[in-house]
């Protein structure tokens, strides 16, 4: 059930990755999403390209199944990183916040499928010309950096303008959202923030603590005016950083209160003063669950909602 084309592309058993998070998404847990048949995937963030690799083997120490990795463009190690990704041959490469496109030809050379992250139909279309195998329509319902348009607006429109697979992400939790995005015309779903709050996920306690108390409207997007908007948990960082963009502070200031931000608190547990990236499903999430557990109340779940649908609207 619930075999796509990505699965195939892919080799994995269900249609669901697991965002690439950085800071957050290392090897502990992209080898248990690719151990309960998803596609785990490693966030090369602000790591070292070393580190990666390390990050590359310790995996594959834990799992023999697919398991991708997560290119963040903004990194200052691009070009190292992606020689890393092609030396160790991983299944999959998935990029964002850029256009991967310089990377395509060689990473394609090695056999590796490409999955960029688009926020837009004109990138997903550039990104088809460039030849990638499927790309990630990411509404701005995501946590971190993110575009400008919601998931279902979005998805819709990137699959009738492309012919490759499109993955659907943002603001997809359970059961439901993955069965609306599957209805989207969406081959599969990328999930973060649910996964962040797992229990193989080691992202520091604190962090877990706020995304079990955050509602509905408790995160808010900051930092628009430097062209780099984040989706955070709102703390006395997201205040701040709200006071001084409306006061018009230099771009540079901004930049300087986030550096280093997201690892504060990520690693360090600092959740006032850090940046707690999170996707508007955080309102959600009542309780740390196992990764098989999550994975497996998905697919019932839909299983089950598909049942109840096709009895009451069906034929
Ligand atoms: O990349 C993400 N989300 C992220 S990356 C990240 S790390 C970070 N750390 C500190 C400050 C800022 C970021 C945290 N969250 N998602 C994928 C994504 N890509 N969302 C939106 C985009 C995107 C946006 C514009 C991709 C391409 C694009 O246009 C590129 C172009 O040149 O047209």
Redesign the pocket.
Known sequence: MFKTKVCELCGIEYPIFQ?G??WVSDYRLASAVSEAGGLGIIAA??LAPEEVREQIRKTRERTSKPFGV?I???SPYVDDIMRVVVEEKVAVVT?????PGKYVKMLKEAGIRVI?????V??AQ?MQREGVDAV?A?GME??????EITTMALVPQVVDAVDIPVIA?GGIGDARGFLAALMLGAEGVQIGTRFALSKECAVHENWKKLYIKARDRDTVVT?RSTG?P?RVIKNKLSRKFEQLEKQGAPKEELERL?AG??KAAAIEGDVEWG?V?AGQIVGMLKEEKSVKEIIDEIINGAQQLLKEKCMRFGG
């Open positions: 965002g998070m950085a963030g602000h997560n963040m463009l903004m990029t964002g916040a850029g256009n960029p992250v688009v926020a837009s004109a990138l550039r990630i990411e995501s946590g971190g950096h993110i575009g992400a930092g780099h984040v986030g931000a997201l940046s990236m």
